[in-house]
């Protein structure tokens, strides 16, 4: 579990990719309801899944040692980590020799069917992003 305070490597870039979903979505809708915009952008594919690579590890292998690390996870996390396994497995099936970190390395940086992040979350960083808490490129 990350501690207060930390900011993951890719942050800047998940943040970037937010706000381009973002302003999409607003683009595409003809009554602007902040809730049902964000929920789009929730549900919006994005180009990885926005874990690190060794946390994404450290579940996969847990999973495959027969342990309950799900059980308390937030229920979007928790789908995104299945995802992130069903993937990893099934290209292990596929190349059972490979090592383990470098399929849960690929599979983290192939594109996610979505942000696997709640509307609220989604609307707090984009009230951060317009108010200059984050720094974005746009």
């Known amino acids: 579990m990350k501690h207060h305070g930390n900011i993951s ?76 396994f069903k993937r990893v497995d099934a290209i292990r099936r596929e190349n059972p020799d490979a090592p383990l970190y470098d399929l849960v390395f690929s599979v983290v940086n192939s594109p996610a069917p979505k942000f696997y992040m709640t509307p609220e979350s989604i609307i707090v960083i984009i009230w951060r992003i317009k108010h200059g808490h984050y720094k974005i490129s746009r």
């Open 9 to 84: 490597h890719f942050a800047s870039i998940r943040n970037r990719e937010l706000y381009k979903a973002y302003r999409h979505a607003l683009a595409n809708t003809s009554f602007i309801d902040q809730r049902e915009v964000c929920r789009k952008v929730a549900n919006t594919p994005c180009f990885r899944f926005w874990v690190s690579e060794e946390r994404a590890f450290y579940i996969v292998t847990e999973i495959y040692k027969g342990r309950y690390v799900l059980d308390n996870m937030k229920p979007l996390k928790r789908e995104m980590y299945i995802e992130i």
